[in-house]
């Protein structure tokens, strides 16, 4: 008897243009009701083209199949867990999605009258205060799009202060386990990037720092806890070296969700910060994006901050444009206001209490693997570990399996990968970060999982290296994808 | 709290094996100074139905329902259905970037798509997975000219949404990228080719118009071009209004063109998420920036996606990047892409049929201010009365007016932006007209 | 190379009591803003429980994942064909859901004012209309939740003519092929049941039917087209008989979608029928319900229709309670009115030519998988096929292959088996209705996998046998279920 | 058509295959005279959006937001936001009745789970997977009893909700099931146990009794038990408020328990769709009417489950079957089990006395009719004025008052009953006592 299983027709979705077929519609308008209008005279015959060629020619049922059935080729957080590391994949509550629909919130236009935003202005206004209670710093702006976003908008803002001081400096401090936004933004803001090695125990070597800092340094940017999930212990010291020398405390806030109700980057000598609200504060990844990159700081950068700014007129809430020392804006319009309104909702839901419990529990489930995991995997850095923990292959590659391939194959165990190859200065690392909203239960099964793959890699590292096997795509050839990019679909010629 | 899915118990068993007493030992090493000695001063958590009424009660503090005349760069269109239904699907709505790609296959092909049909709508080679928004999507591309041509100047034409010349302003300041502008002729409303060809120099990288542009006149983008080739510089196409892109000839001779999608089903959210894109000529494609995915196969030689050519992005390249961006505007795009399925090559069509004609009938009833072909937006004098005080007497009627142009143009104090779109019913428009007599 | 693939965490998904653990909570309550109550005291100690044993007591995230998981095993219309002949799996379009979740609709109370009801009221209004006018008939009931209500509702109205004019009668007469619930409803109607056997060509046989309609005959129940997907070509005479004898036509109006704008019962002798709404209308079958049964009539039956009616009152809706010979309430209120929305907004889309359009394709699309498939399973009736075709695994039963092997094979091929075994005089049925809104392409793909399976069952129908193979679960031991019935979960003691 | 998805050319190959000239062709031999010779008499399709906006537009006819006190068999409860993002899933919403078990596991195993917290609640043994609502569940209860006891008289209490009571009398008129009434106690509310002993005798199939009942007070299940089960008839118990159960004894008394779970995550939706259910003791199963999922193993000797004792179906049984349910209410039984799953053993229970602190404090202020204990609905005396008059004052304030009960029991013509739950605001029930003075 052999089974001879057909693949399912879903399995076989075709790209949106090879399922289109002259004629067929997925939409109507209603009819108009003013008169209709030539397209040539009214715009000039040669400004209009004659038709979208290629575009897709569906109805709705096979729209709606189209989708549907990609979906299922994904894997979300509402399926399971997703511990990638660095990005704190929590669950994201679903009121959040419903509130940010509301009719008043989602179609409520950039311009309109601010009379008549004040819904709109308020709930940025409670977000910024509590964002700023929440890192202890004096004013937010909620205008960055993404946390990227948001380190460019600080170091601007830094760059503007030490203008105004008398010299904006040359270069800023990373260090070596940062993530690569760091550095790139840097650059966007005109500033030469000097790494700077990790100690031997994962944190920032102060003795090197203290070496390091001088008048042309603008900022250290220090990412806390850093991408190692170890929390900065020379913070204080760090910082006192900068402010001698007139350098200010850039920190990356990515890793918000270890701190929260703990400890405070506004009491331990950071200037300035930017949050991922689609981390910490449970807006969802939606497959890459839209995220926010609220930047948080202290009271002397706040002239700085990008325009306009909330203030408060009378009763009402109105925008402020007048700022001379404003950095500008960094994109159109206020922020990506519909993630703000979750990111509230999520604040609204946790409340003080709340927050800090997400803390706890998030570097709870984080330390519970690696108690877990440690027996089986190498731990490059035994500090202690706040919200996440980073292993490395280094006895899986003994095997020559590497994190890549025991990534793929935790896929064909439920879940989603952690996060390979990062950070840089750990070779071959497994970041895992749990987050605080996976069960012990599921818990438990990824960490029998991390280790039936260990005892695989001993006993059949080939069949690891060959994995996944039961996604309905095996492994992907991206070294070809790079090599001949086909970056679009055309008709067969 | 229900969003903690641990029993105390199972805290107990978990801090038992990692073999500590409570979790504040986690905490233990934690340099003193820095703890919170405090609670964070807010109010306790609050129930899902006090979030709902909350923010019910924020949505009637803003205008609802109100029929709006404003565009300038975030338009009112109908979102069918089906957007949400897609977008709603935990598959896609809580998946991460699609770095796997045997598990996220789902999201890697919708984005292959969409790159796909920006391409087909703007007569580029190839288009990125989304960028923040239309005005940092122009910013990028100025960015990349000046990688693309190794010049530093970029020219920026006035008619350009004021908003985005902002945020170029921002991200040029400390890159030795100097940003000019130029103007506008004042009876069309469509850029000063004269202006232009005498400020293009040999160090100009990249010359950035819009079309249709901020007044809603469909730009000189042909002679744009050749002004631009000519010195060697690229030229930069942006639209806010893609919509338009159903009927407006493709600007297939911009080198780079850089957009927001807003219009296809993002619903406006007072500013964002919306959704930028950049597109390009294939021998661009090194320099752009943000995610980019690609054709591929997998072991079984099945067809297959994933990303590619990551060496120009931030995670690899770091300092050396084509761009800072790192998370996207990936579900927005995704929306983009429904609705641009949904309305499909006749729709698109159609779509924009009804926009321009909607609009034609209500500047058919004003003045408007300048003479260039328009498309949905135009803009008006208003004659005796100010922007202002119409906007207030339509307000009474519960009509959102036009965007008076003062704030951005001084010399067109006396005049306002209208945008009118398939949603723009015919009395309303009878109203704003009225309100102008 | 052996993959060993490990089964998906989501494929073992526990029941949530297995998943629930003390303390854990997916709730919260606003706090009271009126004092608290002792339940003891202000219900009497001995009426308050202690707690709800073995209830559920799990967290948010895990509440979601839950469902979400268990979603996955299920198979939808978004997915792919769903030709479960009788059943009329059409696409049921999204915004149909959109528009019944409206706050107006849906938080409506079924007592609150008329003069505050009149949209819900309009809609039901505009609703009984257009069916009227579908179905040609005079008068319109909305309240019966399902089919089998309507049909019940139906026959509870003829009795009462029946009596009204002296005598109720004593049987009703159903032909071989109809349905389970015509006969059930007859009986809870006090009728009793007597079969009518079909003709060879699979309709009613008229002579028959003259020879056993008499005085004692209340009414016949025919299904037009009838569960063969046949038209019942001697309709008008069959009522003229009925008729003539005093005794009414009665049609169960389940597979509507082949009538649309083609013919109308009213026109062809009908005195009830009942439709489905969650069939020909499209509103979704939610893995069982709930569905809408409305029953259509002629004058002569409108006085005995259910209370309340809907009766303009000047400018307004009102109900009208005064009605004596009614045969009274069939369930509470007014009918599953968000279903009625959803019946309602299909219609308005398509509009009067769009339903004619809707019954063409429908009956084009299942005359285009009767061809493709005539030549690989038997077809025991040959007359024209309406908008369904039901075959007999005749052929196929000679490999020792039956109807319900070949439709769990089917799985296999990515879609939802036909309908099995019935109607009931079609020895081992195959029962296939596409509906309207299948593709080609996926019409194409279907018929290719029933011809693959025909020739499976050729060259191996052990294989066939077995399946499905592709599916989470493997086939499921029923008779196991009915010999031992274990109907809920209880604790392991 | 938008919902047609065939083009012209594939509707053309299609027919060429099946070899006639035109689709009508496929309708030839439909006698001349069953045809319809005119097009419909219905306006052309419309568009989405319209359809939107006709909805919209019938919405505003309605109440919007008005707080309500009403509740007498649908009540007002918030709806967890999880509930709509299940049932929202095509995958659920869109299956049909869960026949092929080996693709339908998800329905099924959902229902399995719903059929277990049916008997937590209720203490009874075995649940069905859904009726249509409460008021056809009870009389397919009262259908039930009298097959399980041989006998065919039914005696149901006035205190049961009159639209019940009406249902009962429509199903039972044909079926040689006379249904006789008893009464209440005037001072109390409850079921007068004299009357209904007075009426009792040995032909009598069940007696009939709803808790809270129609006025909102716990009634005596255990009396009418004992009455009932001494004379060999058996105790059905009905409830409309299943919230009430997170709080009261289960009716482990009766010998079948059916309700209505609107409560449950069901919006009122003017009336329906609700979802009915019947629960009963393991040796009636075989008399239960509806759908049962029952647990199970597949080849692999895995947990699996499927529809089991279908031969007391319509569709095996026919003319015998236990009833002629077939289409039921599944996905509302789902909304009510993924309500209680989020509520779960806590939450259900600190609902329940929200409800009562609610009406106990809106009760307090008010003359209550009857001293029986009330849940969260009771009926209050109007005093000096008319119920109407009371309710048209509060409209005023946009608030919807009580049921007048004069239309269901003219005996109670100056009487109201009022509900209150988790979602009434103190404020409000402040305006309503203050409407009474
Ligand atoms: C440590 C760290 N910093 C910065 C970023 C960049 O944030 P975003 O992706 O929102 O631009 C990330 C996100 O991946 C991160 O993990
Ligand atoms: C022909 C026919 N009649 C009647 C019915 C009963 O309808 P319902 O399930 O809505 O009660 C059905 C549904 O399965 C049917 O197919």
Redesign the interface.
């Known amino acids: 008897?052999?089974?001879?299983?057909?693949?399912?027709?879903?399995?076989h979705e075709p790209?949106?243009?090879e399922?289109?077929?002259?004629?067929?519609?997925?939409?109507?308008?209603?009819e108009?009701?003013?008169?209709?209008?030539d397209?040539s005279a009214?715009?000039?015959a040669?400004?209009?083209?004659s038709?979208?060629?290629?575009?897709?020619?569906?109805?709705?049922?096979?729209?709606?199949?189209?989708?549907?059935?990609?979906?299922?080729?994904?894997?979300?957080?509402?399926?399971?867990m997703?511990p990638?590391g660095s990005?704190t994949?929590?669950?994201?509550?679903?009121?959040n999605?419903?509130?940010?629909?509301?009719?008043?919130?989602?179609?409520?236009?950039?311009?309109?009258?601010e009379a008549?935003?004040?819904?709109?202005m308020?709930?940025m206004a409670r977000l910024e205060a509590?964002l700023a209670?929440?890192t202890?710093m004096d004013a937010v702006t909620l205008q960055p799009?993404?946390?990227?976003?948001g380190?460019?908008t600080a170091i601007?803002m830094m760059?503007a202060l030490l203008k105004k001081r008398g010299n904006p400096r040359k270069k800023i401090l990373i260090p070596d386990s940062a993530?690569?936004?760091n550095?790139?933004?840097?650059?966007?803001?005109?500033?030469a990037?000097e790494n700077i090695k990790s100690s031997e125990t994962g944190v920032l070597d102060v003795e090197a720092l203290e070496r390091i800092v001088n008048e042309d340094v603008a900022a250290l940017m220090v990412t806390n806890p850093n991408t190692l999930g170890i929390?900065e212990?020379n913070?204080?010291r760090a910082a006192a070296i900068l402010h001698a020398k007139g350098a200010l405390l850039y920190m990356d806030g990515a890793n918000m969700n270890a701190l929260?109700?703990?400890?405070?980057p506004g009491?331990?000598g950071v200037d300035a910060l930017h949050l991922?609200l689609?981390k910490t504060f449970?807006t969802?990844?939606?497959?890459?994006?839209?995220?926010?990159?609220p930047v948080a700081v202290k009271k002397e950068l706040e002239p700085f901050l990008?325009?306009p700014r909330l203030k408060r007129s009378g009763k009402k809430w109105a925008y402020d444009y007048k700022r001379k020392y404003s950095?500008?804006?960094?994109?159109?319009?206020?922020?990506?206001?519909?993630?703000l309104?979750r990111a509230l909702?999520y604040?609204?839901?946790?409340?003080?209490?709340?927050?800090?419990?997400?803390t706890?529990?998030a570097?709870?489930?984080a330390?519970?693997i690696r108690?877990?995991l440690e027996p089986y995997y190498d731990l490059p850095y035994s500090?202690?570990s706040m919200h996440e923990v980073v292993f490395s292959d280094e006895r899986q590659a003994k095997q020559g399996v590497r994190t890549s391939e025991i990534?793929?194959r935790l896929?064909?165990?439920?879940?989603?990968?952690y996060t390979?190859s990062?950070p840089l200065i750990v070779h071959g690392a497994l970041m895992i970060e749990p987050t605080?909203?996976?069960?012990?239960?599921?818990?438990d099964?990824f960490t029998d999982?991390m280790i039936?793959i260990a005892k695989?890699v001993e006993t059949?590292p080939?069949?690891v290296k060959?994995a996944?096997?039961?996604?309905?795509?095996?492994?992907?050839?991206?070294v070809?994808?790079?090599r001949k990019?086909?970056?679009?679909?055309k008709p067969a010629s | 709290m229900r969003y903690l899915p641990k029993s105390d118990s199972e805290r107990r068993a978990m801090l038992d094996l990692i073999g500590v007493e409570s979790v504040e030992d986690l905490f233990a090493h934690l340099p003193e100074e820095v703890r919170l000695k405090r609670p964070l001063d807010l109010p306790a958590g609050i129930s899902e139905y006090e979030i709902v009424e909350y923010f019910r009660a924020r949505a009637t503090e803003n205008a609802n329902g109100y029929p709006c005349f404003l565009g300038a760069g975030a338009y009112y269109h109908y979102r069918p259905v089906l957007v949400d239904t897609v977008v709603s699907r935990g598959e896609f709505l809580t998946s991460y970037t699609p770095y796997q790609a045997e598990i996220s296959q789902g999201t890697l092909m919708t984005i292959f798509e969409f790159q796909t049909m920006i391409c087909q709508l703007t007569g580029m080679d190839v288009a990125n997975a989304s960028m923040y928004d239309g005005s940092t999507a122009m910013a990028e591309a100025a960015m990349m000219a000046v990688r693309a041509t190794g010049r530093g100047r970029v020219l920026v034409a006035r008619s350009v949404h004021p908003e985005y010349r902002a945020v170029l302003r921002t991200y040029s300041e400390n890159q030795g990228m100097p940003v000019e502008e130029f103007g506008y002729v004042t009876a069309a409303g469509t850029i000063d080719l004269e202006e232009l060809d005498r400020k293009m120099d040999d160090l100009t990288a990249a010359v950035i118009v819009q079309s249709p542009n901020f007044f809603g006149i469909v730009d000189q983008v042909r002679a744009a071009a050749e002004i631009a080739h000519r010195r060697g510089a690229l030229l930069i196409v942006v639209f806010t209004e893609p919509v338009s892109l159903g009927l407006l000839r493709p600007p297939a001779e911009a080198d780079i063109v850089a957009g927001e999608l807003q219009s296809f089903a993002i619903s406006p959210s007072y500013g964002g998420p919306h959704a930028g894109v950049i597109a390009t000529r294939d021998k661009y494609v090194r320099q752009m920036p943000g995610r980019l995915v690609g054709q591929t196969v997998d072991t079984r030689g099945n067809r297959a996606f994933c990303l590619t050519l990551a060496t120009r992005e931030q995670h690899i390249r770091r300092e050396k990047a084509t761009s800072n961006i790192c998370t996207n505007q990936a579900l927005l795009a995704l929306m983009a892409s429904v609705f641009m399925t949904v309305y499909g090559k006749h729709g698109l069509r159609e779509l924009a049929e009804q926009n321009l004609a909607k609009a034609q009938y209500l500047v058919g009833r004003l003045r408007p201010r300048f003479c260039g072909k328009s498309f949905n937006e135009f803009v008006v004098l208003t004659e005796s009365k100010t922007p202002d005080d119409i906007n207030k007497a339509l307000l009474k009627k519960k009509i959102i007016g036009g965007l008076p142009l003062g704030r951005f143009y001084p010399e067109l104090a006396d005049s306002m932006l209208l945008c009118a779109t398939e949603m723009s019913r015919r009395a309303d428009m009878d109203a704003v007209a009225e309100a102008f007599q």
Chains 1, 3 share one sequence.
């Open positions: 008897m052999t089974p001879r299983v057909q693949p399912h027709i879903s399995l790209l949106l243009f399922r289109s077929s002259p004629g067929k519609l997925a939409y109507q308008l209603p108009l009701d003013v008169p209709a209008v397209p009214a715009l000039g040669d400004n209009v083209r038709e979208i060629e290629g575009f897709p020619e569906v109805s709705e049922v096979e729209a709606i199949r189209h989708y549907t059935r990609l979906s299922t080729w994904n894997y979300g957080i509402e399926y399971g997703y990638l990005c994949m929590k669950y994201n509550p679903r009121v999605e419903a509130v940010a629909r509301l009719d008043g919130l989602a179609w409520a236009h950039p311009y309109q009258p008549l935003a004040q819904g709109s308020e709930i509590a209670e929440i202890g799009a993404a946390g990227a976003q380190e460019l601007l760059r993530h690569g936004t550095p790139a933004s840097a650059a966007i803001a005109g500033y990037v929390f212990e913070i204080l929260m109700g703990v400890a405070r009491d331990f991922n689609h449970s969802p990844h939606g497959g890459g994006g839209p995220g926010a990159g990008p325009l950095v500008g804006r960094v994109r159109a319009f206020y922020g990506n206001s519909g993630v309104v909702a604040i609204l839901a946790n409340g003080g209490p709340g927050l800090r419990r997400v706890t529990d570097v709870l489930n330390n519970y108690k877990r500090s202690r990534a793929k896929i064909d165990y439920g879940f989603h990968p390979v990062f605080e909203t996976e069960t012990k239960h599921e818990l099964r999982a039936s695989e059949d080939e069949m060959n996944p096997y039961g996604t309905r795509t095996s492994r992907v050839d991206e070809a994808a790079a990019p086909v970056l679009r679909w």
